[in-house]
């Protein structure tokens, strides 16, 4: 639903109206209010600040509407726009309407359910009731609801004529022409009418050229009403289809001619041809072709081989680091964990004696109804993902089904809609960028594609059937926009665009493996995260300065039982060979939560999060922990080796790490096994108590790593994988930022280094802040090392601290985050 | 005195704002009362009463973040349209200037260049509209056209804030045409625009520090 933001010199005024407004809509409608400032003796005032924070209150993807009451008031909501995350913009619209019958009229249009459009709509006409009663002319483009439609009365009859039908400019011509007539005017098109005076519900009819279409008029003006409607129509309704051709009706609108607007997704230009995808849906046969029996049992099969390939998938995502992706397909497993959809399938196969293929399709395609008619975005959304996986069963079910993705020479891929998983199934070489004619920013495909680092426009609507295949365009990611007719002046100028980027990022590339330093001489290590040997080899070349996470999950899995302490030596080894003498932190099995082993058993928990996970496990397993920190030491006697543990959280915890190793040590020392004695020995800071009791901890440490993905989500006991929670979870949090504050100064307050190791790493939003809090090491995936490094670069140190010190200052996350964007504003 | 501003100039300047809107709070407001709603003075005073509050924090920092600082100060406090405006010219500005920790005379044009343009893209107002905008623009190009001429840094800014106050003194018979007292139409006519005047006073500051007169 629409939410509804009034700003307001006064913060008494704008309580008032939402009152007055709450009142018609029942309190069903979210309204925030942003009045007054912050100074108890001259309280009157617009603040920035306020309209930003109220419309974070009430915003989602279907938008939010703002009114305004004057002055001031317009360019502190143009300012907080821009303040705010930038893919909110296209959903956040400002209204000119009269503030207190606005401000009613949009919110009774939003409870039923409006579009943002019908609801400014709404709210702009909003002064016509008004005028009515006083005996004022109605201002042109007014729209006001009129009693129920009647059919009594005369009547026309006429075709559509104008190529683009009744969009809102002929709506709004009819609209104004009933209200000047003493007449009521009923429009009907088949089944359906519309209220004359209604703007929205005469759009909503969807005229299209040579639809018929009826008018009825009742009152004294009626006949009056129809003859300026009969010339309206011979003026083509006001259209001049003699030129060029423009968008077509309800899009968002265009800056100039030949631009498609959708929903900017991914940032970044492409110019290239239009390789146009096919939606056609899958053929399904029907008819049986072998026992019930054996039709149930190929559907079982099948789903479970998606099962599997999904669990493989969501494996591999978390090994990367990859949350995002690793969401989704969590998302696509509890699809189809639900028994409830093979049960139904199962039954209607012997039921309606029809194929596994088409009982499962039918199942699907009811599934995604019932998600599509959710009123929660969101859930809606997920009508992609509930075909998408649908899809999957239905290509193990009919081999061949899936559609062709391979792409002969790089284009940009144009579809109604893309699959999360055919998303991630792109090649970057080949495909320069998706147009979809669904979707939002929020969508799984919007999140890959950004991954991907593919410039991506969805939510192109209607304006997408206008694209044709081979049809050269130019498409600006960043601003959502297609350029269909794209003027030789206009390539260039993009060209160049294109070739300064590369440009800039093949400096990056050159000097990205040079060691950082701030710009006063600061040194800022900067190392990457790795899962295996795999990953590797190249990551000098991608400015690696070592390794500062190396997960050993990915040895422990895939397998029967656990590796040999001899196998373990070699896979630490190759990393440590490829990083050709830099540091290697290589941290102890991390199983539990929602890393799974097949062999390593641990009885199902009611909060695997805060159960018997990290740590708390391996110190538990001796045989396995014994295996793991012999085979750690002795590749210290040969590489530069460093260990840390996962989620430590008291000192005892770290004293039995230390008697252990003891243990060990002797062990080797009684076997003469080379180790090198003052290999560093660190520990993950990621559940909160480790925050509070850093000084004890740092004095027995040499260095402590920040594990920020999941110490936000212990932080703000919010699960990052949780859409209605994931706000809590951001980096900007303030109680964040204090924590790392806290962790650092108690290292360094010991001599002890401190790194941070999660996806804050490898931000670039956060390096300069991060440098402020006196970090000294950043370690990230691989591909973001050149950018970070671009900024540690850039930023002198005292300059980082100072700003820091801002930053720590301010009391909520959007300021932060508001002030971390504000260098670019 | 040399020819570039230091970043303790810089401080200075912004401290000296602060001290001189204080104090000039009453006539601000009462040039604002006259066609607009009687706020200016508060407005400025308190925003950059905020202003002053973040200075001593960033001792350390460059000019680019000390304005940067300024801009957001000013748009989270000050509560009328020239918060926003104001605002988004430190912002722009700091953005011209970025690490620098001393301003050479034409990175002062650039700073004044990208602020104004701000005001421009936020306010949507031009010369001749009764607004701050009346005496910043003739401001710069005074300062503009005699450094290119090859004067001084010292008589640069003599000039630009000369051409201000002749701005300030322009805005009186103009009709508003932005902003509050656009609401009055014929009836701003008579009366000085109270941002124009603000600015005036604001950019006199930064000459006088500039030429060592300014208090520390
Ligand atoms: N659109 C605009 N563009 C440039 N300057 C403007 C604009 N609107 C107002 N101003 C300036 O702001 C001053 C008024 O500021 P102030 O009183 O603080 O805000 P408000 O008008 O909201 O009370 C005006 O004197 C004028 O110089
Ligand atoms: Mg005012």
């Known amino acids: ?825 | 005195m040399s020819d570039v501003i230091t970043k303790a100039q810089v401080i200075t300047w912004l401290e000296n704002c602060a001290a001189l809107l204080e104090t000039q709070k009453a006539y601000l407001t009462e040039l604002d009362a006259a066609i607009g709603d009687g706020d200016h003075g508060l407005n400025m005073a308190r925003g950059f009463g905020k202003v002053k509050e973040k200075l001593p924090s960033m001792a350390d920092a460059s000019i680019g973040s000390i304005l940067n600082t300024s801009g957001m100060a000013l748009i989270s406090s000050v509560g009328g349209a020239s918060g926003p405006l104001y605002g988004t010219f430190f912002m722009r500005a700091s953005t011209a200037v970025q690490a620098r920790q001393e301003l050479e005379p034409m990175d002062l044009v650039k700073l004044m260049e990208q602020g104004i343009e701000g005001v421009v893209q936020r306010g949507r107002a031009e010369v001749g509209e009764k607004t701050m905008l009346d005496a910043l623009i003739p401001a710069l190009n005074a300062l503009k056209s005699q450094l290119e001429a090859g004067a001084g840094l010292s008589d640069a800014l003599d000039a630009c804030v000369a051409a201000a106050e002749a701005g300030v003194r322009s805005t009186i018979p103009l009709v508003a045409k932005k902003g509050r007292a656009s609401y009055l139409g014929e009836r701003s006519v008579g009366h000085q625009d109270p941002g124009a005047t603000s600015a005036t006073l604001i950019l006199g500051l930064l000459r006088d520090v500039v030429k060592g007169s300014g208090v520390s």
Not at chain 1, 467 to 481: A, E, F, P, S, T
Not at chain 1, 504 to 530: K, M, Q
Not at chain 1, 587 to 604: C, N
Not at chain 1, 753 to 776: F, K, Q, S, Y
């Open chain 1, 1 to 825: 639903m629409i939410g509804i933001v009034l700003v307001s010199h006064s913060q008494k005024l704008a309580e008032g109206v939402r009152d007055l407004a709450a009142q018609m809509t029942q309190g069903q409608v979210s309204i925030a209010v942003a009045g007054g400032i912050d100074d108890e003796e001259n309280p009157i005032g617009t603040d920035p600040i306020r309209v930003m924070n109220a419309i974070s209150e009430v915003y989602s993807p279907d938008g939010v509407v703002i009114l305004m009451d004057l002055g001031s008031a317009l360019m502190s909501a143009e300012t907080a726009l821009d303040l705010l995350d930038p893919e909110w913009r296209p959903h956040l619209h400002l209204c000119a309407a009269p503030f207190a019958e606005g401000a009613v009229t949009a919110a009774v249009q939003a409870r039923i359910g409006g579009s943002a459009e019908s609801v400014m709509a709404a709210a702009n006409g909003a002064l016509l009731a008004k005028r009515q009663h006083l005996g004022i002319a109605e201002p042109p483009t007014a729209v006001v609801a009129a009693p129920p439609p009647t059919s009594a009365g005369q009547r026309l009859s006429l075709t559509i004529p104008n190529k683009l039908g009744i969009h809102a400019r002929p709506a709004a011509r009819i609209v104004s022409l009933a209200g000047q007539h003493a007449a009521q005017l009923t429009l009907r098109k088949g089944e359906r009418s519309a209220d004359g005076r209604n703007i929205n519900e005469v759009m909503l009819l969807d005229m299209r050229q040579g639809d018929a279409v009826e008018f009825f008029a009742d009152g004294a003006g009626a006949t009056a009403l129809l003859d300026s409607l009969a010339a309206l129509a011979n003026e083509n309704f006001g259209d001049d289809d003699t030129a060029a051709p423009t968008s077509p009706s309800g899009q968002p609108s265009s800056p100039e001619k030949f631009v498609l607007a959708g929903v900017a997704a991914a940032q970044g230009i492409a110019i290239a041809r239009v390789h146009l995808l096919s939606t056609h849906p899958p053929v399904i046969d029907s008819a049986l072709k072998q026992p019930i029996e054996d039709e149930q049992i190929a559907l079982v099969m099948a789903v479970n081989r998606v099962m599997n390939a999904l669990q493989a998938e969501l494996e591999k995502a978390k090994l990367r680091g990859d949350d995002t992706q690793a969401d989704i397909f969590k998302a696509h497993l509890y699809i189809l964990e639900d028994d409830r959809l093979h049960t139904t399938a199962k039954d209607a196969i012997a039921r309606d004696q029809v194929s596994a293929a088409a009982a499962w399709w039918a199942e699907i395609e009811a599934l995604a109804g019932r998600y599509r008619a959710a009123p929660n975005p969101i859930l809606q959304g997920r009508a992609v993902d509930v075909l998408d996986v649908g899809r999957r069963v239905l290509a193990e079910l009919i081999p061949g089904s899936a559609r062709s993705l391979v792409l002969d020479e790089p284009c940009i891929l144009a579809a109604e809609d893309l699959a999360p998983s055919e998303t991630s199934m792109l090649d970057p070489q080949n495909v320069l960028a998706i147009l979809t004619q669904q979707g939002g920013a929020t969508s799984h495909t919007a999140i890959i594609a950004r991954g991907m680092g593919i410039p991506a426009v969805v939510g192109l609507g209607g304006g997408f059937s206008s694209l044709k295949h081979g049809q050269r365009v130019v498409v600006d990611g960043g601003r959502g926009w297609v350029y269909t007719e794209p003027t030789d002046a206009q390539i260039a100028e993009f060209e160049a665009q294109i070739a300064a980027e590369r440009a800039e990022r093949e400096v990056l590339l050159t000097t990205v493996r040079e060691d950082a330093h701030t710009s006063d001489g600061r040194r800022i290590e900067v190392a990457a995260n790795v899962g295996g040997a795999a990953d590797a080899p190249r990551l000098r070349e991608m400015g690696a300065e070592g390794v500062g996470l190396f997960r050993t999950e990915l040895l422990f899995m895939g397998r029967a039982s656990a590796p040999t302490e001899e196998e373990q030596i070699l896979a630490y080894g190759a990393v440590a060979q490829a990083l050709e003498g830099r540091p290697i932190i290589i941290r102890t099995l991390d199983v539990g939560g929602d890393k799974a082993i097949s062999y390593i058993k641990i009885p199902p928990e009611e909060n695997p999060f805060l159960g018997y996970r990290g740590i708390r496990y391996w110190l538990g397993d001796r045989p396995l922990a014994r295996a793991q920190i012999r085979a750690i030491y002795r590749t210290s006697a040969q590489h530069n080796i460093r260990v840390m543990f996962p989620m430590v959280g008291t000192l005892e915890e770290l004293e039995a790490i230390h008697a252990f190793m003891r243990e060990i040590r002797a062990e080797l020392d009684a076997e003469c096994t080379p180790y090198d004695p003052t290999m560093q020995v660190g520990i993950m800071i990621e559940v909160p108590s480790a925050v509070l009791c850093a000084p004890q901890l740092a004095d027995k440490v040499d260095f402590f790593s920040i594990g920020t993905n999941d110490l936000t989500q212990y932080l703000m006991a919010a699960d990052r994988g949780n859409a209605r929670v994931t706000p809590l979870a951001t980096p900007f949090q303030p109680a964040l930022l204090t924590a790392i504050k806290q962790v650092v100064d108690a290292a360094h307050a010991r001599g002890k280094w401190v790194g941070i190791c999660g996806e804050m790493a490898g931000n670039p939003l956060l390096t300069r802040v991060l440098i402020g809090l006196g970090v000294d090491e950043l370690s990230m995936s691989a591909p973001s090392i050149a950018e970070v490094k671009h900024i540690i670069r850039q930023t002198s140190s005292m300059d980082a601290q100072a700003f820091a010190r801002e930053v720590l200052a301010l009391p909520t996350a959007r300021e932060v985050e508001a002030q971390l964007k504000s260098v670019s504003i």
